[in-house]
C-alpha cells in the first residue's frame, strides 16, 4: 500500500538534499527561516555537505541516514500539520492520544522514507526558481525547483510551504509532483484504512515502517 507514493517521496528527498554545491560547513543557526526561497537553498546545501563528508560513517551504517535527516532535515518540515492534513475529516471525534501517536510515527517514517531514498543520489543536480517578494500577511508560499537527471527527462516540483503565524518562519509541508500532491496521496491510500480500523492500524503500520533499517541496493 505505501509503495505507491515512493517515487513522490524520493523527489521530495533529492530536491531538498542534491544541490550541486562544493561540500562545506554551514551552521544550522544560520538557515534563515523568515525567506522560504533562501531557507531551501541552505537546508539542501548542509544536507549535501554531511552527505559527502560523511560517506564512510554512512556506508559502515547506513542507518546513519537516518541521523542526517533527523538534524539537518526535520527541523524545517512541519510533519505536525501535514498530518493533521492527512487525518482530515477523521480528526472528528478522535482520541487525542491516538492522534499524537499518529503524529510521532509519521515523523518517523518520513526520517525513515527520506533516509533510504539518499541511498540513491548519484550526483543529481537542481534548480530553484528566482525568489519572488512575499507579502507580510501571506502564510503560504510554492517554491518551484527543477530536478536535472542526465538519464531522465527533468522533472518540476512544487513545494508548499506554510508560515507560522506567531514566529514567522516557514516549514514545508507538502509537494506536487507531475500534478500528484504527496498529502493528497496519501489521504486516499490511508482514507478507507482509518475509517475501517481507526487511527491506531494506520499509526502500527507507520511504526512497522519507520523500524525498517537502511539498506544500499546491490548496482546491477
Same mark, same amino acid.
Given at each position: 500500500m505505501m509503495k505507491g507514493i515512493t517515487k513522490i517521496i524520493a523527489l521530495l528527498v533529492f530536491a531538498l538534499a542534491s544541490v550541486n554545491l562544493q561540500?562545506?560547513?554551514? &551552521?544550522? @543557526? #544560520?538557515?534563515? +527561516?523568515?525567506?522560504?526561497?533562501? $531557507? $531551501?537553498?541552505?537546508?539542501?546545501e548542509i544536507t549535501f555537505a554531511r552527505l559527502k563528508a560523511e560517506q564512510t560513517q554512512i556506508h559502515n551504517d547506513p542507518n546513519? *541516514? @537516518? $541521523?542526517?535527516?533527523? &538534524? =539537518?532535515? $526535520?527541523?524545517?518540515v512541519n510533519y505536525q500539520y501535514a498530518a493533521l492534513?492527512? *487525518?482530515?475529516? !477523521?480528526l472528528r471525534g478522535?482520541?487525542?492520544? =491516538?492522534?499524537? #501517536?499518529?503524529? &510521532? =510515527?509519521? /515523523? #518517523?517514517? *518520513?526520517?525513515?522514507s527520506y533516509a533510504q531514498v *539518499? +541511498? %540513491?543520489?548519484?550526483?543529481? @543536480?537542481?534548480?530553484? &526558481? %528566482?525568489? %519572488? +517578494?512575499?507579502?507580510e500577511d501571506r502564510r503560504v508560499v510554492n517554491v518551484r525547483v527543477e530536478i536535472i537527471d542526465r538519464s531522465r527527462p527533468n522533472i518540476k516540483l512544487d513545494f508548499t510551504l506554510l508560515? !507560522? /503565524? @506567531? !514566529?514567522?518562519?516557514?516549514?514545508?509541508?507538502?509537494? +506536487?509532483a507531475e500534478g500528484i500532491s504527496l498529502l493528497s496521496s496519501k489521504q486516499s491510500e490511508w482514507n478507507t484504512k482509518i475509517r475501517q480500523d481507526g487511527i491506531p492500524a494506520v499509526t502500527k503500520e507507520l511504526t512497522e515502517l519507520a523500524k525498517k533499517d537502511i539498506t544500499f541496493e546491490a548496482k546491477k
Amino acid at each position: 500500500m505505501m509503495k505507491g507514493i515512493t517515487k513522490i517521496i524520493a523527489l521530495l528527498v533529492f530536491a531538498l538534499a542534491s544541490v550541486n554545491l562544493q561540500a562545506k560547513t554551514v &551552521e544550522t @543557526k #544560520a538557515i534563515d +527561516t523568515s525567506d522560504p526561497y533562501q $531557507m $531551501m537553498h541552505q537546508v539542501a546545501e548542509i544536507t549535501f555537505a554531511r552527505l559527502k563528508a560523511e560517506q564512510t560513517q554512512i556506508h559502515n551504517d547506513p542507518n546513519h *541516514l @537516518k $541521523m542526517i535527516v533527523d &538534524e =539537518e532535515m $526535520m527541523p524545517y518540515v512541519n510533519y505536525q500539520y501535514a498530518a493533521l492534513k492527512l *487525518l482530515g475529516p !477523521n480528526l472528528r471525534g478522535a482520541d487525542k492520544q =491516538e492522534v499524537g #501517536a499518529f503524529i &510521532e =510515527e509519521f /515523523r #518517523a517514517y *518520513l526520517i525513515t522514507s527520506y533516509a533510504q531514498v *539518499l +541511498t %540513491q543520489y548519484s550526483d543529481q @543536480k537542481i534548480q530553484f &526558481e %528566482q525568489a %519572488q +517578494t512575499i507579502a507580510e500577511d501571506r502564510r503560504v508560499v510554492n517554491v518551484r525547483v527543477e530536478i536535472i537527471d542526465r538519464s531522465r527527462p527533468n522533472i518540476k516540483l512544487d513545494f508548499t510551504l506554510l508560515k !507560522n /503565524r @506567531k !514566529n514567522g518562519d516557514w516549514k514545508a509541508y507538502d509537494m +506536487t509532483a507531475e500534478g500528484i500532491s504527496l498529502l493528497s496521496s496519501k489521504q486516499s491510500e490511508w482514507n478507507t484504512k482509518i475509517r475501517q480500523d481507526g487511527i491506531p492500524a494506520v499509526t502500527k503500520e507507520l511504526t512497522e515502517l519507520a523500524k525498517k533499517d537502511i539498506t544500499f541496493e546491490a548496482k546491477k
